[in-house]
């Protein structure tokens, strides 16, 4: 959330499922302010959850990344990553895009919207050169990235993109880092270097990519239903289609078997735990 004496900004809205709590967290941070805009960083599940609920609340302005428009348009449940992904976020309508190098005025400052294509193709940043702050939305987060995909519905990009948008980091003048998961955080150097080292550990072995991503994802709908039957998981992983594409290009698995290797994978994360023939969330 970002104050200015014109109204407030919020950058991106959260998991569909947190929509109570994303709404009465604004209504506090605006206390009794006007909202005057939403902008998404890019239009996961997870960044663009709440914006139908936003908009129907505060009334407030929708600004998306150009790229975004069109699957935003037709609403492309692959390219946005949902039903291919078990994901689900309600339809919103947007007023404006805008494009790398154009300026945005939000909480008093200008931000400059950057280009952060990786994660997903049409994903931008925000920098503001005054402030020396960097709205990083998945691009970087104090350990790591948000997940890419590896060669996947076709497209093998995103390893040379994301390679290109974390050059592009180091390049700007940035004391502290809004990521768009975990808290903000400083030491950039320190963030991009354990960046580049995962990075590259990817570009090693893409099957590490492939086996990072389908935990990844099976911990996404975890955390959004909190617990899975055990007995379905196989039949889960065969048929959610991003799962089944991971499994059937890279990892070569029983479905039976991918789901036992899953479930221990999220154990030994820390994101998961089995108990009563259930998959649970962590914390649930
Ligand atoms: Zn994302």
Redesign the pocket.
């Known amino acids: 959330m970002l104050h200015a004496s014109s109204g407030a900004t919020v950058v991106d809205s959260g998991y569909g499922a947190h929509v109570p709590q994303t709404l009465s967290l604004i209504e506090r941070a605006v206390a009794g302010k006007k909202l005057v805009r939403l902008v998404n960083t890019?239009c996961?599940s997870?960044?663009m959850g709440g914006n139908a609920a936003i908009q129907k609340k505060f009334g407030c302005r929708t600004s998306i990344p150009e790229g975004e428009a069109p699957l935003i348009d037709h609403w492309d449940e692959q390219a946005l990553?949902l039903a291919v992904a078990d994901q689900r976020a309600e339809r919103f309508r947007y007023d404006d895009t805008f494009r790398d190098g154009d300026t945005l005025e939000m909480g008093g400052y200008e931000w400059r919207v950057i280009a952060a294509p990786g994660?997903?193709p049409h994903?931008v940043m925000f920098h503001s050169p005054e402030a020396r702050l960097l709205i990083s939305?998945?691009a970087l987060w104090e350990s790591g990235f948000?997940?890419i995909f590896p060669q996947l519905f076709g497209r093998n990009t995103a390893l040379a993109e994301t390679r290109a948008t974390l050059e592009a980091i180091s390049r700007l003048q940035v004391d502290v880092v809004i990521p768009?998961h975990g808290r903000p955080f400083g030491e950039v150097g320190a963030a991009l270097e354990r960046a580049f080292y995962r990075l590259e550990g990817y570009e090693e072995d893409i099957l590490r990519l492939a086996r990072h991503c389908a935990k990844v994802m099976l911990s996404f709908s975890l955390m959004e239903k909190r617990s899975m039957p055990l007995a379905d998981l196989p039949a889960y992983v065969a048929r959610v289609p991003i799962l089944a594409e991971l499994n059937s290009r890279y990892l070569g698995m029983t479905p039976t078997a991918m789901a036992e290797w899953l479930a221990g994978e999220l154990e030994r994360a820390g994101a998961a735990r089995r108990g009563r023939g259930l998959l649970w969330a962590a914390g649930s």
């Open positions: 890019h996961h997870d960044h990553i994660h997903d994903a939305g998945d948000g997940v768009g």
